[in-house]
């Protein structure tokens, strides 16, 4: 098969890309993401800092696959990174991030874009690669929050809807995105430079629109480094169940959107309907996503009896013993546990040996669990909240930079 022979080369360019420093320069502020991740952990709880090379490594090793995946669809459907206009897309998503801050993604920017090439005719660029570039990026997007959106969930406080105060988790992932994109050009010999590859009739499934059936096209392949990032919040679910259905609503998303591409470059008047639903599907699967999560009842809330883990250290001696969140803890060495301050005396009072009851929130049957602990070593538990007397967390889907800027110059 022809597109065999392409993948060697697909390899041989996404290594390539790790000897860049632009690479570097994005696993760097990738890290600094991280990084301030884990600080917000410590200093809201006041735990000790976790260690962000491992998150970072995974990331990376997601990154590289997703980037294999994501450039055999470029490749596969054709998409010249000639006819897209990143320049334009990034001077418009930058533009728009001023307003709102999650506008700041090629699905917004690529329909505007894409809309105002159809009414007006300009910029030069290929409505359906456009739609087909944003596209493929989501459904890679999919599949890594579909596998790793979950892992290094940042647990939360935050405020309910009654006052109450509510755990949750602050999904936070950024994957650095190696890809191969393809250029169309003309040639006028092709037998003038060395050896082509001969693909079928039917490729690409997105023909170049700049160009003419008459003239010899030529691809080549181009070793291009993106960034990808995920920001969502777990209230009513754990981190993957979140992460399952978020990767869901994205995928369909995507898959839609490609379809449209393809369809728009073969029936031109379809381009209208694609830049449209670039921007519109995206807020779509935005609304869907808060729908389901603010309309059903908070998962992590003080239990009648008991108290509830929110997360666990990787260090916790509990999480070693294999108790997870959502997990409800009854009882230390038979005396119950029914508040924060029950907890902590009993954890003063005993020291190395613990019998732990507790509710296993998966299987909902009560088990007891034996742990050993090294004097008065922590667990590295959080709890979820007792009420309302903590500090809690305000997420603001608000404004942008330029808001931001307004609001301190006011006063």
Not at 97 to 115: D, H, I, K, T
Not at 286 to 304: C, M, W
Not at 345 to 366: G, P
Request: net charge neutral; glycine share 10%.
């Amino acid at each position: 098969m022809v597109f065999l022979k392409l993948l060697p080369m697909i390899i041989y360019n996404l290594i390539s890309l790790l000897f860049q420093p632009i690479f570097w320069l994005v696993m760097l502020i990738i890290w600094f993401q991280f990084r301030r991740m884990a600080k917000l952990k410590s200093d809201f709880f006041n735990l000790p800092q976790e260690s962000v090379v491992q998150p970072t490594l995974i990331a990376t090793v997601y990154g590289l696959i997703g980037g294999f995946i994501g450039s055999i669809i470029l490749v596969l459907v054709g998409v010249s990174v000639l006819e897209v206009g990143v320049e334009y897309l990034w001077i418009l998503a930058i533009a728009m991030m001023l307003v709102n801050q999650r506008f700041m993604c090629f699905a917004y920017a690529g329909g505007v874009l894409s809309a105002f090439k159809y009414i007006t005719g300009v910029p030069d660029i290929s409505i359906p690669q456009v739609m087909a570039l944003v596209a493929i990026l989501h459904l890679v997007e999919a599949l890594l929050i579909l596998f790793s959106g979950h892992l290094g969930a940042v647990p939360v406080y935050l405020k309910g809807k009654d006052g109450r105060l509510i755990g949750g988790f602050n999904l936070q992932k950024f994957w650095p995105l190696p890809i191969v994109a393809m250029v169309a050009a003309v040639v006028p010999d092709i037998g003038a430079i060395g050896e082509v590859i001969q693909m079928p009739e039917w490729w690409p499934l997105i023909k170049s629109g700049l160009f003419t059936e008459q003239e010899n096209i030529v691809y080549m392949m181009v070793p291009v480094i993106a960034g990808l990032g995920y920001g969502d919040i777990a209230l009513t679910t754990r981190p993957k169940e979140k992460s399952l259905r978020s990767a869901f609503y994205l995928a369909v998303f995507s898959l839609i959107l490609l379809g449209l591409a393809i369809l728009a470059a073969n029936y031109p008047q379809f381009g209208i309907v694609a830049a449209l639903f670039s921007p519109l599907g995206h807020e779509l699967v935005i609304f869907l996503g808060r729908k389901y999560e603010f309309s059903r009842e908070p998962k992590f809330t003080k239990p009648p009896q008991g108290v509830m883990i929110l997360d666990l250290l990787e260090s916790s001696p509990l999480k070693k013993a294999g108790l997870d969140t959502g997990d409800i803890i009854l009882g230390i060495n038979g005396i119950p546990v029914n508040s924060r301050e029950d907890l902590e005396y009993l954890l003063d009072f005993f020291t190395e040996e613990l019998e732990i009851e507790y509710l296993d929130d998966k299987k909902q049957v009560i088990r007891r669990q034996l742990i050993f602990r090294k004097g008065f070593e922590p667990l590295g538990l959080i709890m979820v909240p007792d009420g309302y007397g903590h500090s809690y967390l305000n997420f603001s889907t608000g404004g942008g930079l330029l808001k931001s800027l307004l609001r301190k110059f006011k006063g």
